[in-house]
């Protein structure tokens, strides 16, 4: 099973809500990662949890906030966010070590802020 | 320039054709490369994966890997109208703790 879930699949909020948005996955993947991506854009990556500890953050702004509970579980908290934070955010995950480089995606949160 | 050229496209072929997609690189330490399907607002979906250099078949598609001149082709046999969606190729090198780099995407639509 090559399963990761995103929750919900669709969010639209306003400049001033908090909301967040969830991922899980029962693979024993080790890293986790968000992912933003524009309409015709590939995906850009956002950050980086290794064995549940932030390793790379691409200079994201403050207004998204990751947060890793458990190796299962990844959530991505959303603050203030502007118009131009719609797009659509993917969690990927990926067993560490070896050979196992490959990163499995999930469906995607489509968010849209007004 | 970029690390990962892709050509956007769009490319659209009619069904049964051969398609190739391409990409090139200019980092020669990357060493794992992958190929991603996605459909219209859905999550990229891996199709193939490669270590170093070399071919991969699984089913109507083939992976082929030209370290030497830092190139990578996904091959689709048999086009089906399904296999409209944008493909994405991306690269790795195992020190940069699995960071991927992608290219742009090319999107491909198979006519019936």
């Known amino acids: 099973d090559t399963e990761v879930t995103q929750t919900p699949k669709h969010l639209v909020m306003g400049m001033t809500n908090k909301k967040s948005l969830k991922c899980e996955q029962h693979?024993?993947?080790?890293?986790m990662y968000w992912y933003k991506q524009k309409a015709k854009k590939p995906p850009e990556l956002m950050f980086v949890?290794?064995?549940?500890?932030?390793?790379i953050n691409e200079s994201v702004p403050s207004r998204f906030s990751p947060e890793c509970p458990n190796s299962s579980l990844l959530n991505l908290h959303l603050h203030a966010l502007q118009p131009e934070d719609s797009a659509l955010y993917l969690c990927?995950?990926?067993?560490?070590?070896?050979?196992?480089?490959?990163?499995?995606f999930g469906p995607g949160t489509r968010l849209l802020v007004l | 320039q970029k690390e990962v050229e892709q050509d956007p496209g769009p490319l659209s072929v009619p069904e049964g054709a051969i398609v190739s997609l391409n990409c090139t690189y200019s980092?020669?330490?990357?060493?794992?490369f992958m190929w991603y399907r996605q459909y219209s607002r859905k999550g990229p979906e891996l199709l193939m994966y490669?270590?170093?250099?070399g071919n991969k078949e699984d089913g109507r598609f083939t992976a082929q890997v030209d370290k030497s001149s830092k190139y990578i082709s996904l091959f689709i046999r048999d086009s089906q109208p399904s296999d409209s969606a944008t493909y994405l190729c991306?690269?790795?090198?195992?020190?940069?703790?699995?960071?991927?780099?992608f290219g742009q995407g090319t999107e491909l639509s198979v006519k019936p």
């Open positions: 990927a995950s990926r067993l560490t070590g070896g050979l196992g480089e490959t990163q499995y």
């Open positions: 693979m024993g993947h080790r890293a």
């Open positions: 949890y290794s064995y549940e500890k932030l390793s």
């Open positions: 980092n020669s330490a990357f060493q794992y």
């Open positions: 490669t270590y170093s250099s």
């Open positions: 991306a690269m790795s090198n195992y020190n940069q703790g699995g960071k991927l780099i």
